[in-house]
């Protein structure tokens, strides 16, 4: 079956840790993105890549990184730089850019800064 | 960027009762726009999408919404809410950058 599968479901980091979250899609679609969700605020978007090789800051993008080697993975790494990492991060992608329609996501993975 | 705004944080309904979400979006062209559903312990789901076109569209589930361009909205309604509706909604602006609301978060009466 097709879809978006993210790695780690849950992860614990002592503060000062770098981590790597994984996002994995066989949709064949274009783009990817990532966003982070807190109670309250929404979907904020950290960064997004519509084509391999290419990707740009959204909302929030302070202390995180990303890459885009592969047309199926999109890794989001929390780096040590992120004042307040402890959330939910959900993983999403779409056909061309988002023009063509939705976001299909994956089931998240939730951080914890102890 | 563009960006939406839900002005309703969280809505109770009695089953059975109409349902009206808002979504006011800013956006410098034609908006794609969207609306999802966030059960607990869920992932998001679409319910609808507008486009282009007709400016009243049917979603799953029931839910409707429409495009007001003048009014820079793109409320969701549903005629008569049951209590597998309560859930978490979501409005989406487009293309390409895709921003969310805050959320607006209903809850059903029996």
């Known amino acids: 079956d097709g879809g978006i599968t993210q790695s780690p479901k849950y992860l614990f980091r002592k503060e000062g840790q770098n981590v790597t979250l994984s996002c994995e899609q066989n949709l064949n679609h274009d783009a990817m993105y990532w966003y982070r969700q807190d109670p309250g605020q929404g979907l904020r978007l950290i960064y997004y890549s519509q084509i391999v090789n290419d990707f740009q800051k959204g909302d929030i993008a302070e202390g995180y990184s990303v890459s885009r080697e592969k047309k199926e993975s999109f890794p989001l790494t929390v780096t040590s730089a992120q004042k307040n990492p402890t959330a939910f991060y959900l993983c999403?992608?779409?056909?061309?850019?988002?023009?063509?329609?939705?976001?299909?996501f994956g089931e998240g993975s939730r951080l914890t800064v102890l | 960027a563009q960006s939406v705004t839900q002005p309703d944080i969280h809505i109770t309904v009695s089953e059975g009762a109409s349902l009206e979400l808002r979504c006011n979006y800013s956006?410098?062209?034609?908006?794609?726009l969207f609306w999802y559903v966030q059960s607990p312990g869920q992932g998001l789901q679409l319910l609808l999408k507008y486009f282009s076109g007709d400016t009243l569209v049917q979603g799953i589930k029931g839910f409707e919404a429409e495009f007001k361009r003048s009014q820079s909205s793109f409320n969701l309604r549903k005629p008569s809410v049951h209590w597998s509706d309560a859930a978490e909604y979501f409005c989406a602006v487009g293309p390409n950058d895709m921003r969310f609301g805050a959320g607006t978060r209903l809850t059903v009466k029996p």
């Open positions: 956006y410098g062209a034609t908006p794609y």
């Open positions: 999403a992608s779409s056909r061309s850019g988002g023009a063509a329609g939705e976001l299909f």
